[in-house]
């Protein structure tokens, strides 16, 4: 068994994102899908270039992400995944392309403004204040009043309709199990443990495109399957718009509708999962290599 085998069921997914019902109506079935589902383009990037010295990081990059979809982003290390992000956050200024969302043009605004703007991001190395505490980063009391109490009830996803910021981010550290570590400094705590935290934080800030470079990077196996339950969640019940840069093939083939493969700074593939564990040149370029380890 490879890597590419991995099922979407595995993982314990209900609706199988990529499975018939999902995908294309019978009269385009023919038809290469040129974008993922969803509804307008919150996110429109069109031949992005970026270079390092004589290092070619990102070379004519075309990307779009709907409202609503769940979109992934794969390929080899060094490939320029994380240099994508930084043009979209606004830390890298790319020598060529556009960058639209939600059909304005960003290229020129600073990354405060992209953030204010609803473009939120989580790191591979940890974007939290390393020496607070996590109810500190999260901008929560740590116990008394509002926040603890809510802690002590069990908030489903499903029934936060209405709820306050609050209520959402107690909900969301209940649904990651992480109630225990809200006086925790982030610096002792578990690598994966902090990048959950870092996700909550996120997702406090109700983004209008949610942009997650290796969740799972540093999470064992239990936070993994928590992650991925919680990321279909978000999609299926909140319609949250995300980006994931993943090396956990099995958990971006689960909980994504959608893949763009990058490789050398081109890209070199792009469509359902289903579609992209098939494609010979992915399979050579990139999955077939990891296959064979
Ligand atoms: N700030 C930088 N300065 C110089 N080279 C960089 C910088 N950031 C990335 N690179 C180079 O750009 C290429 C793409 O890197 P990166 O975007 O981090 O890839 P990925 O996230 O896909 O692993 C690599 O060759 C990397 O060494
Ligand atoms: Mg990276």
Not at 66 to 93: D, H, M, Q, Y
Not at 128 to 137: P, R
Not at 174 to 190: F, H, I, S
Not at 247 to 254: I, T, V
């Amino acid at each position: 068994m490879t890597i590419l085998e991995a099922s979407p069921s595995a993982a314990g997914t209900t609706t199988a994102p990529g499975t018939a019902a999902a995908w294309p109506a019978p009269a385009r079935r023919h038809h290469r899908r040129r974008l993922p589902p969803g509804r307008g383009r919150v996110l429109d990037v069109a031949g992005v270039r970026v270079a390092f010295g004589a290092v070619q990081a990102l070379d004519g990059v075309t990307l779009a992400v709907r409202e609503g979809a769940f979109v992934g982003l794969i390929g080899p290390n060094g490939a320029g995944k994380t240099t994508f992000f930084n043009v979209l956050s606004g830390f890298v200024t790319p020598s060529g392309g556009r960058v639209r969302l939600a059909g304005q043009r960003i290229d020129g605004w600073s990354a405060p403004r992209r953030a204010r703007a609803g473009l939120t991001r989580t790191f591979q190395n940890i974007g939290l204040d390393k020496q607070a505490t996590v109810a500190d980063n999260l901008g929560v009391a740590r116990e008394g009043g509002g926040l603890a109490g809510e802690l002590q009830r069990s908030f489903g996803l499903r029934s936060r309709s209405g709820a306050t910021g609050e209520d959402r981010t107690a909900a969301l550290l209940d649904r990651l199990e992480l109630t225990g570590v809200l006086g925790e400094r982030v610096d002792r705590l578990p690598v994966g443990t902090a990048k959950l935290v870092e996700l909550v934080a996120a997702l406090s800030r109700r983004p209008r495109l949610l942009l997650l470079d290796e969740p799972a990077s540093g999470l064992g196996a239990p936070e993994r399957a928590r992650l991925g339950a919680l990321l279909r969640d978000l999609h299926r019940d909140d319609g949250t718009t995300i980006l994931m840069i993943e090396h956990d093939m099995a958990l971006a083939m689960s909980t994504v509708e959608y893949l763009y493969v990058l490789n050398f700074g081109t890209m070199l593939a792009q469509g359902p999962p289903d579609m992209i564990r098939r494609d010979p040149k992915v399979i050579e370029a990139y999955l077939g290599k990891a296959a064979g380890t």
